[in-house]
């Protein structure tokens, strides 16, 4: 069983920046894609960004130019580093870890991430 736990997120003003964390443990036996999605109240689950193993990147479009994906293999953690925050970036921030050979995802609790004045 895989067990992942997020954190970093918060209550930020338009313009500023937040830094998610998470950090996965359990069954961890073979290689693995790590990522986030975020989802608004009363929307779908929306692709952020992921990472390969080999630190190959990829972001959905609200992220581009704007937040950073990168992980650390030793310590199992993803980050996400969240510049230029605006109000249509509230949302719940699940991160995700895959393992490549398999289809399902699993995935964190969630953190929420607010950008209000």
């Known amino acids: 069983q895989v067990h992942l736990v997020e954190s970093g997120g918060g209550l930020v003003q338009p313009g500023g920046s937040l830094r998610l964390s998470c950090a996965a443990s359990?069954?961890?036996?073979?290689?693995?894609?790590m990522g986030w999605y975020y989802q608004a109240p009363g929307r779908q689950r929306e692709f952020v960004a992921s990472?390969?193993?080999?630190?190959?990147?990829n972001y959905g479009d609200a992220a581009k130019g704007r937040f950073t994906i990168s992980r650390v293999n030793a310590e199992n953690t993803v980050y996400l580093q969240m510049n230029s925050l605006k109000p249509e970036d509230t949302a719940a921030y699940y991160c995700?870890?895959?393992?490549?050979?398999?289809?399902?995802?699993?995935w964190g609790q969630g953190t929420q991430v607010t950008v209000t004045s």
């Open positions: 995700f870890l895959r393992f490549i050979h398999l289809t399902e995802k699993n």
């Open positions: 359990g069954s961890l036996f073979s290689i693995f894609d």
């Open positions: 990472i390969t193993a080999g630190g190959n990147t």
